[in-house]
């Protein structure tokens, strides 16, 4: 699994957590959140996350 970090405020996505309180599920991949997922900490959207080298 892999995480996503919003390059404004440094949010990470954890594909393993997902976002239970915005509807996404443990385990949902990047690719199939939603389109119109915003940044929950500063509500900038999905295009401005980028992969986290590990």
Do not use: H, N, R
């Amino acid at each position: 699994m892999k995480k996503y970090i919003c390059t404004i405020c440094s949010f990470v996505y954890d594909e393993a957590l997902g976002l239970p309180d915005q509807g996404i599920a443990p385990g949902t991949k990047w690719e199939d959140v939603p389109d119109d997922f915003v940044c929950p900490d500063c509500g900038v959207g999905k295009d401005m996350f980028e992969e986290v080298a590990e």
